[in-house]
């Protein structure tokens, strides 16, 4: 009996440790295994195409998202199949299920039953029973019309009463009655514009109140900090995530020689054109702006983990958001 017990409690612990193996692989694969990017583009002309397409895992799952003129197109891949076709698979199964399920009613249908019987011999009774209740019901309903039939009546007669008494009325009570509703309108519109100013007097007070508050915050040193904190996240993020290579052929010009040279200056200096394979054409003499270039990169997902680690353990950044007003 124990060696059954040990047996079984064994089988438990291979099961559990293959799910927690499982669990991990997935863990591990999902933070570490790099997210592929590669992004693209083309200009001339008027014409114009930009692609971006990610891949993960061996490009078990794929996404292209691409913009040209006419307009955008989106895809997605699946172990190698776009999910058009695996709605096609899907489909497919569905019409087989169909087809199966009519062949076994028809099949069904042949075989005569006793209970579909004694169910049309039910329905058959219900019809009688309804007619003869409709019948007794007809009854009531015709001497109910009699009633309104004869209250219609006497609302007529009534009515040119009820005209002539209205007639009646002198002017002078209907000029006071229009000047009564005039001064309750104005009234009303007054008492309107009241609310109104002093609604946007409060909105204006709140604004105010508000910008000196946070000027004051902002003045603070652990502001300050945080705000430093932040840029310097901003930057790790970026600098992680940049692209590892860029390629492409880029011709520009402004029209103007000495406007073309200085935002080929500025473009040298402010952007690591010489560490990757970019040829860029200034041309002084056009206004144009053509050529292609493509980039790639990785992220992974533990790069957001840190920062969020990092931002969960900045206790001044945690008394920041909670002196926020909303």
């Keep these: 009996m124990l060696h059954i017990i040990l047996m079984i409690l064994k089988i438990i612990g291979i099961l559990v440790a293959l799910i927690l193996l499982f669990l991990l692989a997935a863990a591990v694969s999902i933070l570490f295994v790099p997210l592929h990017y590669r992004i693209g583009g083309w200009k001339e002309?008027?014409?114009?195409?930009?692609?971006?397409?990610?891949?993960?895992?061996?490009?078990?799952?794929?996404?292209?998202?691409?913009?040209?003129?006419?307009?955008?197109?989106?895809r997605i891949w699946i172990f190698g199949r776009t999910i058009e076709q695996w709605k096609k698979t899907a489909q497919n199964l569905k019409k087989k299920k169909k087809e199966r399920l009519r062949s076994r009613?028809?099949?069904?249908?042949?075989?005569?039953?006793?209970?579909?019987?004694?169910?049309?011999?039910?329905?058959?009774?219900?019809?009688?029973?309804?007619?003869?209740?409709?019948?007794?019901?007809?009854?009531?309903?015709?001497?109910?019309?009699?009633?309104?039939?004869?209250?219609?009546?006497?609302?007529?007669?009534?009515?040119?009463?009820?005209?002539?008494?209205?007639?009646?009325?002198?002017?002078?009570?209907?000029?006071?009655?229009?000047?009564?509703?005039?001064?309750?309108?104005?009234?009303?519109?007054?008492?309107?514009?009241?609310?109104?100013?002093?609604?946007?007097?409060?909105?204006?007070?709140?604004?105010?109140?508000?910008?000196?508050?946070?000027?004051?915050?902002?003045?603070?040193?652990?502001?300050?900090?945080?705000?430093?904190?932040?840029?310097?996240?901003?930057?790790?993020?970026?600098?992680?995530?940049?692209?590892?290579?860029?390629?492409?052929?880029?011709?520009?010009?402004?029209?103007?020689p000495a406007a073309t040279g200085e935002l080929m200056g500025v473009i040298s200096i402010l952007l690591p054109v010489y560490s990757y394979s970019i040829e860029l054409e200034p041309d002084f003499e056009n206004k144009i702006f053509e050529g292609e270039a493509q980039a790639s990169g990785t992220v992974r997902i533990w790069y957001f983990l840190v920062i969020a680690w990092r931002v969960i353990r900045k206790k001044d950044l945690k008394k920041l958001i909670k002196r926020l007003k909303p």
Aim: charged share 40%.
């Design 105 to 256: 009613q028809e099949e069904k249908k042949k075989i005569p039953d006793k209970k579909l019987i004694r169910q049309e011999e039910k329905t058959s009774s219900l019809e009688n029973l309804d007619q003869t209740t409709k019948e007794k019901k007809a009854l009531p309903k015709a001497e109910k019309r009699d009633v309104t039939a004869k209250k219609k009546k006497e609302i007529a007669e009534e009515m040119p009463k009820v005209i002539q008494k209205a007639k009646k009325r002198t002017k002078s009570e209907r000029i006071r009655e229009m000047i009564g509703g005039w001064k309750k309108k104005i009234k009303q519109s007054w008492k309107n514009l009241k609310r109104r100013w002093n609604k946007i007097k409060r909105n204006l007070r709140n604004v105010s109140e508000k910008i000196q508050y946070y000027y004051k915050l902002y003045q603070e040193e652990s502001t300050k900090e945080v705000i430093r904190f932040v840029k310097e996240q901003i930057i790790w993020l970026l600098h992680k995530i940049a692209p590892k290579e860029i390629t492409g052929k880029i011709q520009f010009g402004t029209g103007d």
């Design 45 to 74: 002309d008027k014409e114009f195409s930009a692609k971006v397409k990610i891949s993960w895992m061996l490009r078990s799952l794929c996404a292209e998202i691409q913009v040209q003129k006419k307009g955008m197109q989106v």
